[in-house]
């Protein structure tokens, strides 16, 4: 069992690039969502998604895109990058948002724009 | 807007002794979660908690909830340098589609 996966762990991109964040889970969870983590800023939610097919923003959603066309892959999507979303970027599952789903949690990609 | 606060952020313990450390939130809420990061890795879920007084234990952790206090305890019985780690809350407004707002954590450093 994979559990969440992401690609790729790292990624150096150049102002005004464009890209794609890939995550995919193998537990048939309804819900997923994209936080990126700062340094003294805890987790903060990007995207989410309650099942294919729908998605919704999250606290700092500009830059970003995401779609939802199966159950088991959520890819995040940059439009043209800024130093400003050098980050850490983590995907994370549950089989819903309901009481007793803990998230479970991507490996991470570590993402800088230069 | 929910918000979550943790203290102290940074935390020094010594082997073997206790310590507690605390998660604030700021509107009704039905769930709270606890998570572990180790440096440079992803989150691990520890705990979920659901109701008030709910109290959960794992090894030399038991986390607790607070509802109408709106607090949640983590205490630590005789530290020992595996728990050295980054430990978030995460808590949802009550309602079944709520998002989780995570805390900006808690740096545990274990010292002999």
């Known amino acids: 069992n994979a559990g969440v996966t992401q690609t790729p762990k790292f990624q150096v991109l150049k102002t005004g690039q464009s890209m794609t964040l890939q995550c995919a889970q193998d537990m048939n969870h309804e819900y997923m969502s994209w936080y990126r983590q700062d340094p003294g800023m805890g987790l903060r939610l990007i995207h989410y998604?309650?099942?294919?097919?729908?998605?919704d923003q999250g606290e700092v959603p500009n830059g970003y895109n995401v779609s939802r066309s199966t159950t088991e892959d959520f890819p995040l999507r940059l439009l043209s990058a800024a130093p400003s979303q050098t980050s850490v970027y983590f995907c994370?599952?549950?089989?819903?948002?309901?009481?007793?789903?803990?998230?479970?949690f991507g490996n991470g990609t570590r993402l800088t724009v230069t | 807007e929910l918000k979550v606060e943790q203290n102290p952020l940074f935390l020094s313990m010594q082997e073997g002794k206790n310590y507690t450390i605390y998660c604030n939130y700021s509107?009704?809420?039905?769930?709270l979660y606890w998570y572990r990061q180790d440096p440079g890795k992803s989150l691990e879920s520890l705990f979920v908690?659901?109701?008030?007084?709910a109290v959960k234990q794992e090894g030399r952790l038991m986390a607790s909830l607070d509802t109408k206090a709106r607090l949640s305890t983590l205490h630590i019985t005789a530290a020992v340098h595996d728990l050295s780690a980054t430990y978030f809350c995460?808590?949802?407004?009550?309602?079944?589609?709520?998002?989780?707002?995570f805390g900006k954590g808690i740096t545990l450093s274990v010292r002999p």
């Open positions: 908690l659901l109701s008030n007084g």
């Open positions: 998604s309650v099942g294919a097919g729908i998605t």
């Open positions: 994370a599952s549950s089989y819903s948002l309901g009481r007793n789903s803990p998230l479970h």
């Open positions: 509107t009704t809420s039905d769930r």
């Open positions: 995460a808590v949802a407004e009550t309602g079944a589609n709520s998002k989780l707002t």
